[in-house]
Nanobody, 120 residues
Framework: QAQLVESGGGLVQPGGSLRLSCADP????????IGWFRQAPGKEHEFVAAIRGSGGSTRYLASVEGRFTISRENAENTVYLQMNSLKPEDTALYFC?????????????RGQGTQVTVSS
């Protein structure tokens, strides 16, 4: 079972950048896809981005495409989400999950999440 740990969240001004990390310290995870999701207060969680185990294919939520980039370093058991040009509407708890389905994305295991707040 995956044990996913997120880090890298924080408070940033609009237009700023953050890089989130998703690590699985317990085992190598190059055989499965990883997705990033987010949940704002009072809202359902939504898919943000996903990357295949090989790193050869990615997909994004339309509103973040061109601003966010998902990548992975399997040798480090880590997936990254680089977030640029952040907007207040990007404020949410971001969590990563081991995907059991690609499209639509579905997961079995997820981390606790890291808070991202975009505010001036």
């Amino acid at each position: 079972q995956a044990q996913l740990v997120e880090s890298g969240g924080g408070l940033v001004q609009p237009g700023g950048s953050l890089r989130l990390s998703c690590a699985d310290p317990g085992r190598a995870f190059s055989t499965y896809a990883i997705g990033w999701f987010r949940q704002a207060p009072g809202k359902e969680h939504e898919f943000v981005a996903a990357i295949r185990g090989s790193g050869g294919s990615t997909r994004y939520l339309a509103s973040v495409e061109g601003r966010f980039t998902i990548s992975r370093e399997n040798a480090e058991n880590t997936v990254y989400l680089q977030m640029n040009s952040l907007k207040p509407e990007d404020t949410a708890l971001y969590f990563c999950a081991a995907l059991r389905a690609w499209n639509p994305p579905a997961y079995d295991y997820r981390g606790q999440g890291t808070q991202v707040t975009v505010s001036s």
